[in-house]
Nanobody, 125 residues
Framework: QVQLVESGGGSVQSGGSLRLSCAASGYTYVGLCMAWFRQAPGKEREGVASIDGDGSIYYADSVKGRFTISQDNAKNTLYLQMNSLKPEDTAMYYC???????????????????WGQGTQVTVSS
């Protein structure tokens, strides 16, 4: 049974940092496409960052230069380092796993088979 468990969310002030983690069990994402999504109240779920099986990385324009996606293969864990946080980054953040080694050019939710339960990030001004 595949399980993705996110952690690391919280409340920070504008300009602060957080590191999200996504630990996978029953699934090894080595060589597969993984992504981080977020969803704010009343908004669509949007792809924030993804990493391909060969290490190719995508960032949404809104987070480019501030967020970094990475993975620790030994720990089977995906990370999202978030710096210079802004109030508009406030959302529930989800990690997602695919069964393919290639990520779509822009992440879209229906491409990903497995999802975590989400971790809340709140940024105050």
């Amino acid at each position: 049974q595949v399980q993705l468990v996110e952690s690391g969310g919280g409340s920070v002030q504008s300009g602060g940092s957080l590191r999200l983690s996504c630990a996978a069990s029953g699934y090894t994402y080595v060589g597969l496409c993984m992504a981080w999504f977020r969803q704010a109240p009343g908004k669509e779920r949007e792809g924030v960052a993804s990493i391909d099986g060969d290490g190719s990385i995508y960032y949404a324009d809104s987070v480019k230069g501030r967020f970094t996606i990475s993975q620790d293969n030994a720990k089977n864990t995906l990370y999202l380092q978030m710096n210079s946080l802004k109030p508009e980054d406030t959302a529930m953040y989800y990690c997602a796993a695919s069964l393919s080694g290639r990520c779509p050019r822009v992440p879209y939710r229906y491409y990903y088979k497995y999802w975590g339960q989400g971790t809340q990030v709140t940024v105050s001004s």
